[in-house]
């Protein structure tokens, strides 16, 4: 291809022709090309009943991975929505609690993938594995997920979240520290001795409960929240009068939080940032509720 002046001066001309034509768009109101369509979107617009509803839009299905299949996690579920025409889904891995199976945390399985993620909930190598074990197996776990399993050509493996109860909380902050190309974080009334979070650069959402005397707010969730960098896109909900074990149940206040904040930060939905920002204000279920918005 020619660089001569001659070439040069033909794509000057065409430049200004192009700014012309934009400029001409922009002051007459010209509809130029549309603002591009977010291609992580899935699903409805989203209403308060939508992500407070036991179930999304998504039919449901799911697979079992056995223990002996695997290496560094302990085996698990892969819920993932049925259909294969609406695209790849974000993917999210849950971590169970200190002696605790996925059985404990397994009403998130269906009730995240109903509104459009790939999710699995684990059990881990031994039920006593410490915090930082945990997070190194949420991360095997999400590999497993994205390079190995029956679902992995359904997952975006660009696009990934990590989850925990207690101490699968605490071992979700050490996921989260440990790979910053995550996009969302979930620990769930988190237990870890380790208090302090600046390192991590992933979007998080702490969730404490009020009258939680094994993780308390006070020595957990609040200093885990207050130390995440304060540029960080990140949010604390405190669940009023709920006890450690409270994401062991279906949970409504649980539910409409994290999938809200896993459609804002894994499929990069704003539709959902009218539920994260302003901040909600204290209620019946929230007592206190502290973020970083705007997102
Ligand atoms: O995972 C958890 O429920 C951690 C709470 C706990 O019992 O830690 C004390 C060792
Ligand atoms: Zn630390």
């Not at 449901?60 to 294969?84: E, H, K, L, N, W």
């Not at 790939?118 to 991360?139: C, K």
């Not at 650069?201 to 404490?208: D, W």
């Not at 207050?226 to 960080?232: D, E, N």
Request: aromatic share 8%; with cysteine.
């Amino acid at each position: 291809m020619s660089t001569g002046p001659r070439s040069r001066i033909l794509r000057l001309a065409l430049a200004a022709v192009l700014v012309a034509a934009g400029t001409a768009g922009a002051v007459t109101g010209i509809a130029g090309p549309a603002a591009a369509a977010n291609p992580f979107e899935r699903g409805p617009a989203p209403t308060n009943a939508s992500i407070e509803a036991s179930r999304g839009s998504f039919a449901v299905s799911q697979t079992t991975v056995s223990r002996a299949s695997v290496t560094g996690f302990g085996g698990g579920t892969i819920y993932y929505p049925t259909t294969t025409t609406a695209g790849t889904f974000g993917g999210v891995v849950i971590a169970p609690g200190f002696t605790a199976r996925q059985s404990s945390i397994a009403w998130l399985g269906p009730r995240l993938a109903s509104q459009g993620f790939v999710v699995m909930t684990i059990d881990t190598i031994t039920t006593s594995d410490q915090p930082a074990s945990r997070g190194d197996q949420l991360l095997a776990a999400l590999d497993y997920l994205t390079q190995r399993s029956s679902a992995r050509t359904r997952v975006d493996a660009g696009r990934l979240a990590v989850m925990g109860h207690s101490m699968g909380g605490g071992g979700t902050l050490e996921a989260a520290k440990d790979r910053p190309s995550l996009k969302a974080a979930i620990p769930l009334t988190a237990w870890n001795l380790d208090k302090t979070w600046p390192e991590i650069q992933t979007p998080t959402l702490v969730v404490g409960a009020q009258n939680d005397t094994i993780a308390s707010v006070r020595s957990h969730s609040q200093p885990f929240y207050s130390s995440l960098p304060s540029t960080l896109d990140k949010a604390y909900l405190e669940l009023r009068g709920a006890s450690h074990f409270a994401p062991n149940t279906s949970n409504t206040t649980i539910a409409k939080y994290s999938i809200s904040w896993l459609k804002r930060f894994v499929d990069e939905d704003a539709r959902y940032t009218q539920f994260l920002c302003p901040a909600p204000g204290t209620s019946t279920t929230i007592s206190q509720y502290l973020a970083t918005c705007p997102y």
